[in-house]
């Protein structure tokens, strides 16, 4: 960057720069998901694993769901 440039346009070109930069991340994170999920598939069937097997490692929903609050009501006296 040159000295002779404003701050206004430098921080311009180093927002352009990061808008760049994530773009190629997003780009590159799109590819290594695919050829991962690939591999992934590969080692599913050449193992033979099974749900039971992997489930461990597999987001589920239930464990972001808060517990439920019982509905019995005290008793009265």
């Not at 773009?23 to 039971?52: C, G, N, P, V, W």
């Amino acid at each position: 960057m040159s000295d002779s440039k404003t701050a206004s346009q430098q921080l311009a070109d180093a927002l352009k720069a990061q808008d760049d930069i994530a773009a190629k991340i997003d780009a590159l994170l799109q590819q290594t998901r695919e050829e991962d999920l690939a591999t992934a598939k590969r080692l599913i069937k050449t193992h033979t694993f099974t749900t039971t097997d992997l489930k461990p490692e597999l987001k589920t929903r239930a464990a972001t769901k808060a517990p439920r609050k019982s509905v019995v009501r005290g008793r009265k006296k």
